[in-house]
T-cell receptor, first 113, second 116 residues
Framework: TQLLEQSPQFLSIQEGENLTVYCNSS?????LQWYRQEPGEGPVLLVT?????EVKKLKRLTFQFGDARKDSSLHITAAQPGDTGLYLC?????????????FGEGTQLTVNP | DAGVIQSPRHEVTEMGQEVTLRCKPI?????LFWYRQTMMRGLELLIY????????DSGMPEDRFSAKMPNASFSTLKIQPSEPRDSAVYFC??????????????FGPGTRLTVL
């Protein structure tokens, strides 16, 4: 069974602080996505990474894909209350054919004003 | 584009009743996914279709659950008979599997199902 571990599960911080969320697996990803989900809505795609060592930035969010394509991180600089939500990583494993994704359990982020 | 459309947004029903959830994927997408999300189990893949054909239904809990995709623009997830433990938010997602390997999925707003 291919597992995708996400940490931490919960994170509560003050506005202005920095944070990092991690996504790890023992298997190689062909691609990996990060999603954010707000209450009452579906997950919204933030970014896709496909190349080992790739770094992508989306305003205050920085996404890194590990060189071996087995792990990824999401770093938020100067967090704001609007960043509050459930962050999900999801990967397509190289060993698996088809278009399915395996989702992590998510990181519930709360940014307090 | 309107995005993935799901209906109804909320459904409250009594145990034993039949429930049908509906999904319209993004036009041009050729893969469709049904997920269930609960606090305890997170986001679980129930079944997915590629070019209207069911590819993997190993996540379907039991025979009470069934899904169909009669054409490229419509899918249903049916629960018959429903039970209280089926209460959850059900999401439909679609993607274009064109060999790029990006596997990006786009989610609908979900259907919140409550079975009393």
């Amino acid at each position: 069974t291919q597992l995708l571990e996400q940490s931490p599960q919960f994170l509560s911080i003050q506005e202005g602080e920095n944070l990092t969320v991690y996504c790890n697996s023992s298997s190689v990803f062909s691609s990996l996505q990060w999603y954010r989900q707000e209450p009452g809505e579906g997950p919204v795609l933030l970014v896709t990474v496909v190349t080992g060592g790739e770094v992508k930035k989306l305003k205050r969010l920085t996404f890194q894909f590990g060189d071996a394509r087995k792990d990824s991180s999401l770093h938020i600089t100067a967090a704001q209350p609007g960043d509050t939500g459930l962050y999900l990583c999801a990967g397509a494993f190289e060993e698996t054919s088809g278009s399915r994704l395996t989702f992590g359990e998510g990181t519930q982020l709360t940014v307090n004003p | 584009d309107a995005g993935v459309i799901q209906s109804p947004r909320h459904e409250v029903t009594e145990m034993g009743q039949e429930v049908t959830l509906r999904c319209k994927p993004i036009s041009g997408h050729n893969s469709l996914f049904w997920y269930r999300q609960t606090m305890m189990r997170g986001l679980e893949l129930l079944i997915y279709f590629n070019n209207n054909v069911p590819i993997d239904d190993s996540g379907m809990p039991e025979d009470r659950f069934s899904a169909k995709m009669p054409n490229a623009s419509f899918s249903t997830l049916k629960i018959q008979p429903s039970e209280p433990r089926d209460s959850a938010v059900y999401f439909c997602a679609s993607s274009f599997s064109g060999g790029t390997g990006r596997n990006e999925q786009f989610f609908g707003p979900g259907t919140r199902l409550t079975v009393l």
